[in-house]
C-alpha cells in the first residue's frame, strides 16, 4: 500500500472553509483564522512540521474565542498532518474530535472530510471493512451536497485497496475510474497519486516501459504541485522498471534520490518501502550484502509504523535476501512471518463488502421511494377534506364580498380624489425644493466671487501698487539727481525688470479674473511642445542670464499630446518664471518631457529655496495670498500657480508639486493621452 496518497481532499476543504466558514459564537478575526489555514495548505506537503505548528496555533486562537466550527477544523487539520508524520493514534484522536464537534452543528461538509479521514488511518492499518465503510458515507455526503469530485479521491483509493490484495485487475478499473473523473473536473492535483498508481500496476503486469512513461507524467504532476511524498514515489517506481529492463545502475541511483526526497520529507513510511525497493535492486543485481544493509534500513525506518501490510512487505524482503546469501534457515523464518500477515491482510472480502454497500444504499432508496407513497396518499386525502371545507367557506364569503366590493367602489372614488389632491401636493413641494437648490447653487457662486473679488482687490491694493511706486521713486531719482551713465543704466535696467514683473503680474492678475468671472474652456490641438518651450524661454532671457543659470532641456516628442496652445504657454510662462525666481545664482534649471504609461508629463525642476509642507499647503489655497519674494526679492501676486492649476483641470489634467526646503522644487504637468 502506497501511504501517502490516502489523503483527505485537503485543498478541497480548505478552499470550502475559507470561502464559507461558520461560527456558533463572533468571529474576532476570521481573516487570521483564513491566513492560517492557507498557511498550513502551503506547508502541508512541503513541511508538515510547520504546518503542524501552525495548526496547534489555529486551535489556540478557536479556543481563545469560542469558536466552535474554527475549533473543529483547527482539529480536523492537526489530524490530518500527524497522518501525513505517521503517527496514527495521533491523527485518529484528533479527527474523532474534529468528528464530534461536526455532528454537534451538523456540518455536512466537516462530517464528510472527519469520515474521509478516518477512513484513511483504518485503511493504514489494514482496517479495510470499516475504511470502506467511512468512504461510502463520506461520498453518500459529498454526493448530496453536489461535490461530485468526491467520487475520483473514493475510487482512488478504492483501487489502492486492490492493489494491497494484490487484485491488480479490479485496481487498475478503479484508478482509471478515477483518472476520468479527475480530468473531467480538472482535479490536476490528484493527477500525480492517480499516475503514480498506474504505473504501479503497469509494474505488476510486466509492462515495463508503459510503467516508466506513467511515473514520468506522476513525477511532473508531483514537481508542479509540490507534492514531496508523489514525487518520492514516482521516482521509486521508474527506479524499480529501470531494474527490470537491466538498468542496475540508474535504478539505483534513481531510488536514492527516492530516498532524499522521502527522508527530506519526513516520512518514515514511504521511506521504509524505498529501502525495501533498493534492497530488491541491489539483490537483482548480485550485490546481496548490499540489500541486507537496505533491508534492515527498511525494517528501523517502518518501527513506527503498525501497518500490517509495511511489516508483510518488509519479511518478504528478508525471505528473499537471506535467500541470496544462502541462510535459508532464516529465509524460511521471514517466510512465515510474510505468509502470516500476508494471510491476515486478504481475510477481507473488499468486493464483497463494496457491493453489500451499493445494496444497501439500493434498499435505502426503496424505503425512501415506499414513505413518499404512503405520504402522496395521505396527501391527496387530506387535500380532499381540505377543499370541501375551503368551497363551504367560498359559499359564505360570496355574500361578504359583494357587500366589500360595493364599499370598495366607493373608496376607490374618494382615494382617486384624495391622489390628485396629494399630487398637486407633491407637484408644489418639488417646485419648491428646485427653487431652493437654485438659490443653493447661487449663493456658492456669489460666495466664490466674493473671495475672487477680495483677491483683486488685495493684489491691486498692495502687490501691484508697490510695483508703481517703485517706478515712481526710480524715475524720480533719475530726474533730480545727478547720476553717471554707468547709474542711469544700472537703474534703467532695474525700471524695465519691475515694469516687465508688473505687466507679468497684470497678466495674471487679468487671466485669473477672467477665469473666475467667465469660466474656462481649453481647446486642446496637437502642439510642439520644445517650440513652445523655447519661445518662452526668450522672454526670461534676461534674469537669466542676470543669476548666471544653467538650462536642462529634454524633451520627448510625442504627437499624440494635445493641449490648448495659448492655455499652454501661460502655464509654462509662470512654471519657467518661478523656477527662475526661486533659483540661486549658477544654478540649474531642468525642463523635461516625456510620457509615462497614459499620461505625458512635462516637469519643471530647480535647485533654488524650496518650500516647507505648510508653503505647500498654502500654496494653490484662494484664501491664502501665497506671493513669496524671489532670491532677488522679485515680486508677485501669487496667483501664477492657481492660473496653472485651474488651466490643468480644463485639460483634465494635474498640476502635480514636490518641494523640499533648501534643496529646490518640481512643478509637473500631467497631460492625459
Known amino acids: 500500500m502506497r501511504f501517502d496518497y490516502l489523503k483527505t481532499s485537503f485543498l478541497a476543504f480548505v478552499f470550502f472553509y475559507i470561502i464559507n466558514p461558520k461560527t456558533t459564537k463572533a468571529q474576532p478575526d476570521t481573516a487570521l483564522a483564513d491566513s492560517l489555514i492557507s498557511l498550513i495548505d502551503e506547508l502541508s506537503t512541503i513541511d508538515p512540521d510547520s504546518a503542524l505548528n501552525y495548526a ?16 473543529a477544523n483547527a482539529y480536523n ?15 485518529e484522536y484528533y479527527h474523532l474530535k474534529a468528528l464530534d464537534f461536526y455532528n454537534k452543528f451538523n456540518d455536512s461538509v466537516g462530517i464528510s472530510h472527519a469520515y474521509f479521514n478516518l477512513a484513511n488511518i483504518n485503511n493504514l492499518l489494514n482496517n479495510y471493512l470499516k475504511a470502506i465503510d467511512y468512504y461510502q458515507r463520506s461520498l453518500e455526503i459529498d454526493l448530496a451536497l453536489g461535490f461530485n469530485e468526491s467520487r475520483a479521491y473514493n475510487a482512488l483509493n478504492i483501487s489502492l485497496i486492490y492493489i494491497d490484495q494484490e487484485e491488480f485487475g479490479k485496481a487498475k478499473s478503479k484508478a482509471e475510474e478515477s483518472l476520468v473523473i479527475a480530468k473531467q473536473y480538472k482535479q490536476s492535483d ?13 509494474l505488476e503486469e510486466g509492462k515495463k516501459q508503459l510503467a516508466l512513461d506513467l511515473a514520468k507524467s506522476a513525477l511532473s504532476y508531483s514537481k508542479k504541485y509540490e507534492d514531496k511524498l508523489e514525487e518520492a514515489w514516482a521516482l521509486k517506481i521508474t527506479g524499480e522498471a529501470q531494474s527490470l529492463i537491466g538498468n542496475y545502475q540508474q535504478a539505483e541511483k534513481t531510488i536514492r534520490k ?20 533498493l534492497s530488491q535492486v541491489q539483490l537483482n543485481s548480485g550485490r546481496t550484502e548490499a540489500g541486507l544493509t537496505a533491508a534492515f534500513k527498511a525494517q528501523e525506518f517502518g518501527k513506527t509504523s503498525s501497518s500490517k501490510l509495511l511489516k508483510r512487505t518488509i519479511s518478504k524482503c528478508f525471505s528473499d535476501v537471506y535467500q541470496g546469501l544462502g541462510d535459508y534457515k532464516q529465509s524460511l523464518e521471514y517466510y512465515k512471518l510474510y505468509k502470516a500477515y500476508d494471510d491476515s491482510i486478504k481475510e477481507v472480502n473488499v468486493e464483497e463488502s463494496i457491493l453489500m454497500k451499493e445494496n444497501l ?14 405520504l402522496q396518499d395521505a396527501t391527496i386525502n387530506r387535500n380532499i377534506y381540505i377543499i370541501a371545507i375551503i368551497a363551504a367557506i367560498l359559499l359564505v364569503s360570496l ?13 376607490k372614488r374618494y382615494n382617486h380624489l384624495l391622489k390628485e389632491k396629494n399630487r398637486l401636493i407633491w407637484k408644489k413641494q418639488e417646485e419648491i425644493d428646485q427653487q431652493n437648490t437654485l438659490i443653493l447653487k447661487n449663493n456658492l457662486q456669489l460666495e466664490s466671487l466674493n473671495k475672487a473679488k477680495d483677491k483683486i482687490f488685495s493684489i491691486l491694493s498692495h502687490d501691484l501698487r508697490e510695483p508703481f511706486n517703485h517706478v515712481k521713486g526710480v524715475l524720480d531719482v533719475m530726474t533730480y539727481a545727478d547720476l553717471s551713465d554707468e547709474d542711469k543704466t544700472e537703474l534703467l535696467q532695474k525700471l524695465t525688470e519691475s515694469v516687465d514683473s508688473t505687466s507679468e503680474a497684470l497678466d495674471n492678475l487679468l487671466l485669473w479674473s477672467k477665469n473666475q468671472l467667465t469660466g474656462i474652456k481649453a481647446n486642446p490641438s496637437p502642439v510642439d511642445l520644445k517650440k513652445i518651450i523655447e519661445g518662452q524661454l526668450k522672454f526670461l532671457r534676461n534674469p537669466i542670464e542676470r543669476k548666471s543659470l544653467h538650462l536642462k532641456l529634454e524633451i520627448e516628442e510625442n504627437k499624440n499630446l494635445k493641449a490648448d496652445k495659448d492655455q499652454l504657454e501661460i502655464c509654462l510662462r509662470n512654471l519657467l518664471a518661478n ?37 505647500l499647503k498654502r500654496l494653490t489655497d484662494l484664501n491664502e495670498n501665497m506671493s513669496t519674494p524671489g532670491t532677488f526679492n522679485e515680486k508677485g501676486t ?14 483634465n489634467g494635474k498640476l502635480v508639486i514636490d518641494s523640499t526646503e533648501g534643496k529646490g522644487s518640481s512643478f509637473s504637468l500631467l497631460f492625459p493621452l
Open 579 to 615: 523656477a527662475v525666481k526661486f533659483s540661486e545664482i549658477k544654478g540649474q534649471i531642468e525642463i523635461n518631457g516625456k510620457t509615462k504609461g497614459k499620461e505625458y508629463r512635462v516637469s519643471v525642476t530647480d535647485h533654488g529655496v524650496g518650500m516647507n509642507a505648510a508653503q
Open 190 to 202: 490528484l493527477l500525480a497519486g492517480i499516475y503514480n498508481t498506474l504505473a504501479e500496476i503497469a
Open 361 to 374: 444504499l439500493k434498499e435505502k432508496e426503496n424505503q425512501i421511494l415506499v414513505t413518499k407513497s404512503k
Open 638 to 651: 501669487g496667483l501664477g500657480i492657481l492660473i496653472v492649476r485651474d488651466f490643468m483641470q480644463a485639460h
Open 258 to 277: 527516492a530516498l532524499e526526497v522521502s527522508i527530506e520529507f519526513g516520512d518514515p513510511y514511504t521511506t521504509s518501502l524505498i529501502y525495501i525497493a
Open 399 to 411: 355574500g361578504f364580498i359583494i357587500v366589500l366590493i360595493q364599499n370598495i367602489r366607493r373608496k
Open 56 to 71: 496547534y496555533l489555529l486551535k489556540d486562537l478557536s479556543i481563545k474565542h469560542q469558536d466552535s466550527i474554527y475549533l
Open 77 to 91: 487539520l492537526i489530524g490530518f498532518l500527524y497522518y501525513q508524520k505517521n503517527i496514527i493514534d495521533s491523527a
